[in-house]
């Protein structure tokens, strides 16, 4: 999608992020600029999502420090959806090694649509990355714990520490997406006939159906992002939740498949790892800087927010964030000595 941040001035920062005052004045000016634009369709294959607030916007910057900067609507509950993919991934990866979620899951992009089950059959039953469903499921099982309830005791006091706070269920969401469970359902025993996950199917779905369903809002992603990119620890509470192997891990397969199709455009225009919701959230991570948390529920046909992808596109140009963006050392150097000779 045209993100209509062109006419952006982007400046390049591989180092810390600038002061305080600066990145209020430029999340004010992301927030104006993205304001404007009324595209996309709120998702209703969900029904409970239907009923989103469709001119809802929030956005959110924590950094490595702690840090925290907002405007608009921050602290509007939504559910995290498949952003819980990201965190999810990083808490079994922590669990149960990196050998492990590579062999099992895979870390490559499907080409197809996030719930395919065409892809499975292509790939010999392999789910081939954790950001689509099937790889999702994969990561869920693969969590440790003697039972079901175990499972998801680990996944929810994990997603929890990543926020820095207690998440609680949208009863309202869960009961919604428990009614049109039936193609992840048919996913998981596909799975399971593959020996892909080893547990009861229909328990995974329960418990990736809960982790779906909790109650977010914008802060808590961007605090989520931000443990991300400060090597694991929430920059908040302190509390190290994975290690910086992890982090880095995660960020990696974000890069290459976080926003589904479109994730080649994103990175193309952005230049961080990012994961997307259908609930209209955008998780950002620059590492060793800062994480940015966004809530607009109209999408685009991919099913990214279309105000989220434009605000982070505009923090990232304005903050120099982007990861592949670099100055000429040389000409730097060739600066400095033409400075001193005119001195």
């Not at 329960?206 to 992002?225: F, G, K």
Request: a negative charge; aromatic letters at 4%; proline letters at 3%.
């Amino acid at each position: 999608m045209q993100l209509d941040v062109d006419d952006i001035d982007q400046a390049v920062t591989t180092g810390a992020v600038p002061g305080a005052q600066h990145i209020d004045e430029i999340l004010d000016a992301a927030y104006e600029h993205t304001s404007k634009h009324h595209g996309g369709e709120v998702a209703d294959y969900i029904p409970a999502l239907a009923d989103a607030d469709p001119d809802a916007f929030g956005l959110c910057v924590v950094d490595v420090e702690g840090g925290l900067h907002e405007v608009g609507d921050t602290r509007v509950l939504f559910s995290i959806q498949s952003i819980s993919k990201a965190f999810v991934y990083a808490l079994v990866s922590e669990r149960v090694g990196h050998e492990k979620v590579l062999d099992v899951i895979g870390v490559n992009s499907t080409g197809l649509a996030f719930d395919s089950v065409v892809a499975i059959e292509l790939n010999d039953g392999h789910p081939m990355n954790p950001m689509v469903n099937a790889g999702a499921l994969a990561t869920t099982a693969l969590m440790p714990g003697n039972t079901a309830d175990d499972q998801w005791e680990a996944i929810h006091s994990g997603l929890s520490r990543f926020a820095g706070r207690h998440l609680d269920i949208d009863d309202e969401v869960l009961a919604s997406e428990v009614k049109s469970n039936s193609r992840n359902s048919a996913i998981a025993q596909l799975l399971h006939s593959y020996g892909r996950i080893e547990h009861d199917p229909l328990e995974v779905v329960d418990i990736y159906t809960r982790q779906c369903a909790l109650a977010i809002d914008a802060r808590d992603l961007a605090v989520m992002a931000a443990t991300l990119a400060n090597g694991g620890v929430n920059p908040v509470t302190g509390v190290e939740v994975v290690s910086a192997a992890v982090c880095r891990d995660t960020l990696a397969v974000l890069a290459a498949s976080g926003l589904y199709e479109a994730t080649g455009e994103w990175l193309f225009e952005i230049g961080l790892p990012g994961k997307s919701g259908v609930s209209g959230g955008i998780v950002t991570v620059a590492p060793g800087k800062v994480g940015i948390g966004s809530l607009s529920p109209r999408l685009d046909s991919t099913g990214n927010s279309v105000r989220g992808q434009i605000a982070t596109a505009y923090l990232s140009r304005a903050l120099g964030l982007n990861i592949f963006a670099s100055e000429s050392h040389f000409r730097s150097k060739v600066a400095g000595i033409g400075e001193d000779q005119a001195g």
